[in-house]
């Protein structure tokens, strides 16, 4: 961003004041810096050559490269972690799975090295420290180079095949196949400023994940380091570098329903939400007081349009100082929350983890006592710029730090608040120029370990979220915990959603949020979405429509806008606009069940909600780069409209038969269809041999069976998941089985666990009579 435009947007957000401040912290950050240059490229050399290898009691196997050596460990038939060590080893923040059941291995020695087979992977290591993962039968799916150090520093590359695809690497704005040559994406997580478009080079939330997809099959590596790194990529190679940390990375081999069901094995799969944070949540910055809450709620119920959750920004807050309410603009949270909630809408509350710099400020006062915030390397407290001014930050790393910080959110679960919105915690900072976060240098407490910032930076937001999902299970105990977070890494869905941040309001902008979209899906972040409309600028009332569209098929389905634009509320908009967007909502309403019923399998099979189109057809390469569309579960299939004027579109239809939501049209074949896309819809398929479970117009629950087309016999298998909506209580799952058997078609229905059976009605789609 030009540094004129950077000044004018501090001066319109913050103030002219609190903008020349940022001169001031950016000083500060400067003096306190330490990010260690680079060596030169001279310095970095691989390992000596290994001539043994030897078991270890615990079943990793070991090479000794002369002073270096690599660990192997087999966690899974398909999955193996690898150690290079010397190196500051990981405190396991981002692992779940720490105990595994043995793997049988056979090892087996060769003129070039060693060759590690299980029933799933085979591992080929040269005695130069090369390596190369092929599958049982011998087929090659990734080769990469010996690595290479240099002081702290790790340079880690692999080769990548003519057709290869690289996807992952979190929240990347980059398109979704991410190896382009020339392509850098940054591992290091930071506020982009004012708003982001394609290909913006910050990122708000980093994994270092990625998957390779190629004719021979496909593959995930994660990097568990969170030392600043950058992935690069070049005619085909990639390169992942880090600068600090040991080199300890997981290789799994699979289709990639099984990749990502194994690594969210691995790092910990995202909990069953409490199925209100499933619907439509209504924000924007600039709701100031109770009387705009209770004005936002009432048209939604004048135009009956449902709405699941109100968010509150900074505006909430006494001073923007963290876990307080203002006492003139919200005088009775309690009763506002009460007041929602018998019109079935939650209020969710921002928090951002500066807190301000006030000897008068009881949280402040406490923090310095309790000695949890994040100390400069002389041991006094350090204080960047944000909203409230000058604030402390916690050290998340340190667990008294997360109870402490903890602690507080009674102050607010205690007035009705149902979920928090942890913004700001990349962390960012303000600064006049440079990074807007905290100096590498800062110390951090990890579990008593002692590091800094160039460690703790990444892992910030993790561990902020951690506490807050802890606090909920421990002060709430009966309701499941509710947390979004702008910002994260490896095994942030553990503990909260994510939304994209302050996007831009385009149409370029809105193509490239389902690439995103689907690149969190495949990190292992299943619950996304983006500011409806782009968080800057004012959408034209198309643009608005069309992304309400895509986003009523994303998991986070919010309106969000900065301060100072016109409200954007539906009734704000001509007439046939606001029909059309309470179509959408509407029918993101009325498919709860179903989203419902994703939700569960993401706990309990570690499934992705949204997927890409190469998902069940990775051997069609014609699925390989579609960006525009996406499939919803295993039943749903999605085209948005994403340019202006778009009123049809070519849709790539996978194998399997598949019929028009709308019309009902059966789509036998796969290929490309051109499709109507009017302005009262979007393209929008179920799979043939699908149990679709809705809520009817009449509020009972109904079930739509899209029968198999002619020829295809084999059974078809829907699930339906019920409770009662939030907490842990009994639970029923049903499942529903349709097989055709010549011009007939059967249901079996069959069902588990004690939660009652609703009313079901069932109409059976794509059987004459």
Not at 463 to 491: C, D, H, I, V
Not at 698 to 707: H, Q, S, T
């Amino acid at each position: 961003m030009p540094p004129l435009r950077k000044f004018i947007d501090a001066v319109r957000f913050i103030g002219l004041l609190p903008t020349l401040r940022t001169v001031r912290y950016a000083l500060l950050r400067d003096a306190l810096e330490g990010a260690p240059a680079s060596p030169p490229e001279a310095d970095f050399r691989p390992p000596e050559s290994a001539q043994s290898i030897r078991r270890r009691e615990t079943g990793e196997y070991e090479i000794a490269f002369g002073a270096r050596r690599l660990g192997i460990a087999f966690l899974a038939p398909e999955m193996a972690r690898l150690t290079w060590q010397p190196g500051r080893m990981p405190l396991p923040y981002a692992i779940a799975g720490e105990k595994w059941p043995p793997v049988e291995v056979e090892m087996e020695e060769t003129a070039e090295g060693w060759q590690l087979r299980t029933a799933a992977l085979e591992v080929r290591i040269s005695r130069k420290g090369a390596l190369s993962l092929h599958t049982p039968q011998g087929t090659l799916l990734r080769r990469e180079e010996p690595p290479r150090f240099a002081q702290e520093h790790i340079r880690h590359a692999a080769r990548l095949r003519p057709e290869e695809r690289i996807y992952g690497l979190g929240e990347s704005a980059a398109p979704l196949a991410r190896n382009a040559p020339g392509r850098r994406i940054r591992l290091w997580n930071l506020d982009p400023g004012g708003s982001y478009g394609p290909d913006s080079p910050a990122i708000y939330l980093n994994i270092p994940l990625y998957l390779g997809l190629h004719r021979g099959g496909s593959y995930l590596v994660f990097y568990e380091n969170a030392f600043e790194g950058e992935v690069t990529f070049t005619e085909g190679r990639v390169e992942t570098a880090f600068t600090g940390g040991a080199l300890r990375y997981y290789l799994i081999a699979g289709e990639p329903r099984r990749l990502l069901a194994r690594y969210t094995e691995l790092t910990g799969r995202p909990p069953l939400p409490p199925r209100w944070a499933l619907g439509y949540h209504q924000s924007r910055w600039g709701y100031k007081d109770e009387a705009d809450i209770r004005e936002v709620a009432a048209g939604f119920a004048e135009y009956d349009i449902p709405l699941s959750a109100i968010h509150l920004d900074i505006d909430y807050m006494d001073g923007y100082r963290v876990f307080t309410v203002h006492p003139q603009r919200f005088p009775d949270l309690p009763a506002l929350a009460e007041e929602m909630q018998a019109q079935g809408i939650r209020l969710v509350t921002i928090l951002d983890p500066g807190v301000k710099a006030d000897s008068q400020y009881t949280v402040a006062r406490s923090g310095l006592e309790e000695g949890v915030f994040c100390a400069q390397p002389d041991g006094r407290p350090h204080k960047g710029l944000v909203w409230p001014g000058w604030c402390y930050f916690p050290d998340f790393t340190a667990p008294k730090t997360r109870r402490w910080w903890g602690s507080f959110y009674p102050r607010l679960l205690d007035q009705g608040i149902s979920g928090f919105w942890h913004d700001m915690n990349e962390p960012a900072a303000f600064a006049a120029w440079g990074e807007a976060t905290l100096p590498r240098t800062l110390r951090h407490d990890f579990e008593g370990r002692g590091g800094t910032h160039r460690e703790g930076h990444n892992l910030y937001a993790l561990l902020m979220n951690r506490a807050g999902f802890e606090a909920q299970r421990l002060y709430r105990p009966e309701k499941r915990p509710w947390n979004l977070t702008r910002s994260g890494w490896a095994g942030v869905q553990r503990y909260a959603w994510h939304w994209t941040g302050d996007v831009e309001s385009s149409w370029p902008a809105l193509r490239r949020t389902v690439a995103i979209l689907l690149n969190l899906s495949l990190s292992g972040i299943y619950y996304s979405g983006s500011d409806i409309g782009g968080f800057s600028g004012h959408p034209d009332p198309e643009l608005y429509l069309r992304w309400f569209q895509m986003a009523a098929f994303t998991p986070f389905f919010r309106l969000h806008s900065a301060t100072g634009l016109p409200p954007r509320e539906p009734w704000r908009f001509d007439h046939r606009t606001r029909e059309r967007v309470r179509a959408a909502i509407r029918l993101r309403d009325r498919l709860l069940p179903y989203w419902y019923t994703l939700a569960w399998q993401a706990a309990e099979d570690g499934l992705p909600l949204l997927r890409p189109l190469f998902w069940d057809w990775p051997d069609n390469p014609d699925s390989w780069d579609v960006d525009d569309a996406f499939l919803l579960g295993d039943s749903l299939l999605v085209a948005p409209i994403l340019e202006e004027g778009g009123r049809a579109r070519d849709v790539l239809l996978p194998p399997g038969g598949w019929y028009d939501f709308w019309e009902e049209r059966v789509y036998p074949a796969p290929g490309p269809e051109r499709i109507a896309a009017p302005l009262e819809r979007i393209p929008l398929f179920v799979r043939a041999g699908s149990a679709l479970p809705l809520r009817s117009e009449n509020g009972l629950l109904e079930v739509r069976l899209y029968a198999p087309l002619p020829g295809d016999e084999r059974p078809h298998t829907s699930h339906l998941y019920l409770d009662a909506g939030d907490g842990y209580g009994p639970s029923r799952l049903e499942t529903f089985i349709l097989q055709r058997r010549g011009e007939t078609v059967h249901l079996t229905r069959q069902h588990a666990r004690e939660f009652p059976a609703p009313e079901m009605i069932f109409r059976i789609i794509g059987v004459a009579g």
